[in-house]
């Protein structure tokens, strides 16, 4: 049965499908601190209160949040000194350690059914007005992971965040157009210079939709955005294919 409603409806169906027998089951709790929910949400607003929303002033080109008071738009010395492939980064949420550990839940606990909070939660950043011109193709593609680390994680992290954004809003597409042709070791504690070139040639376009992204602007989605290194090699993929510009959207900025 459950093999027939796959190919008849794919595994979305058959999630929220089990999604909404669990909860049946099991009357939904906040996901992080356990006390009953009768919200859509599955994390409790006072956990969501503790998660700080990324701000002003904030760095225009890596969306790195600052103290202090500039009012005037301005680029952080990282950034000055960088050639970079994008116009601009933005997350929803700074990151914490409440942001961090959500992030680490849903993608090594394999927490899967978190990608709908996650997805809402990346979504305020959306309010960006600097979005508003990508938002009227609404383009948007998931940071890839290699086939093996797929394999060894069953899900990419983005590629649910992403499919959660599209099913919330109908202004969003969401097209696998990058590839991960080589597989490069996991980042976390290379340098910026070590990172670079860890990533060079490590992604290529999908040649299937190259016309979807020819002349576009596109929104590339990831989980989380830390030096950037991913984020800019996928875009210098996606521009040196022809998309017009991209711009980088995540829901944690670390
Ligand atoms: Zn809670
Ligand atoms: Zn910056």
Redesign the pocket.
């Known amino acids: 049965m459950a093999q027939y409603l796959f190919v008849k409806f794919g595994a979305p169906y058959l999630r929220s499908l089990s999604d909404s027998i669990l909860k049946l089951i099991y009357p939904s709790s ?6 009953r929910l009768n919200s859509g949400w599955s ?2 607003a ?2 969501r209160d503790a998660f700080l929303e990324v701000r002003q002033p904030m760095c225009s080109v890596c969306g790195r949040c600052y103290e202090g008071a500039i009012s005037s738009e301005f680029d952080c010395p990282n950034c000055r000194q960088r050639k970079l492939a994008f116009d601009f980064a933005r997350a929803a949420y700074q990151g914490s350690e409440e942001t961090l550990s959500l992030v680490h839940q849903f993608k090594y606990q394999r927490q899967i059914h978190l990608s709908k909070e996650l997805g809402r939660l990346t979504s305020i950043a959306l309010t960006d007005s600097r979005f508003s011109p990508y938002l009227e193709h609404g383009i948007l593609i998931p940071v890839p992971l290699h086939w093996r680390r797929y394999r060894k994680r069953s899900f990419n992290q983005a590629e649910e965040i992403a499919r959660s954004l599209t099913a919330l809003r109908n202004d969003l597409t969401m097209l696998n157009a990058l590839r991960r042709i080589r597989y490069t070791e996991t980042q976390t504690d290379f340098s910026r210079a070590k990172r670079l070139q860890n990533l060079k040639g490590a992604f290529e376009v999908n040649t299937k939709y190259l016309q979807h992204i020819k002349q576009r602007p596109l929104i590339l989605l990831d989980d989380v955005f830390t030096t950037g290194a991913t984020a800019n090699e996928c875009a210098k993929t996606l521009r040196q294919a022809g998309a017009s510009s991209v711009a980088i959207l995540t829901l944690v900025r670390s």
């Open positions: 906040c996901e992080q601190c356990g006390c994390i409790c006072s956990c």
